[in-house]
């Protein structure tokens, strides 16, 4: 089935892990997640902060790892494709929930990073004004402390508990308002706030498709089309 590009004039993507899975990273569910091996819900909390934060470190240590020798698939650049074929008068807002930068290097331009990058580490301590850094260290072995105020430095991600940042959840409900197509890609649709886009979208009258590997449970009636299958192989066929 292909997807007629030309017939839209605000097409809105939301991306999840399953977009990177060709790439080489782990998906969070699903079969071979990260949830398999650890309750990410719990190690990936903001608390852990506080109480235990090599378990932060530990679980997203690894997917820096995993980034080392990362490079975008067909999914993203099929992506990046279409946003550089528009006419000036359609937009296109890629919204992402992966930390892992992939669809910027892909060449996707207008991206909205809802739950940070994965490349900055900054300092936990909200009050600090040590600004964020890109750092490629993984520290498996040892918490890294602030040279400033000696809090602990952290992954600049949404962790579970926190808010999404104010200027990406701004920009995807801009986006989502007057969107006519929506695609949700590669995501198990299980985390809010991203999971309610796709009824944003439909009060908007908009298309609503999704594309997964698995379907998603509980399904989302407000998905009114579903492509199951790999988002690589299945994409480039039908943009
Ligand atoms: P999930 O791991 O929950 O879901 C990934 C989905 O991708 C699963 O439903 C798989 O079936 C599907 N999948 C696997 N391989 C695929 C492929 N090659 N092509 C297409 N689909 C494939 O990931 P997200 O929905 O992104 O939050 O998870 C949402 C958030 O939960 C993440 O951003 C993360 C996590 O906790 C943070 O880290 C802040
Ligand atoms: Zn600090």
Known sequence: MKINIKNYKQIVVLTGAGISAASGIRTYRGENGVWQEFDVGQHGRVDRLKDNPQQIWTLFGALRAQLKSAMPNQAHLALAALEQNLRPDQQFTLITQNVDGLHQRAGSVNVVELHGNIRYTKCANAAC??????????????????SKCGDVLRPDIVLFGEMIPALPGWQAKRALRECDLFMAIGTSGSVAPASNFVRSAEYAGARTIYINLDPMEPRNPAFKEEYLGKAEELLPAML
């Open 129 to 146: 004004d040590l600004a964020p850094f890109t750092d490629e260290n993984t520290y498996a072995d040892a918490v890294p402390r602030c």
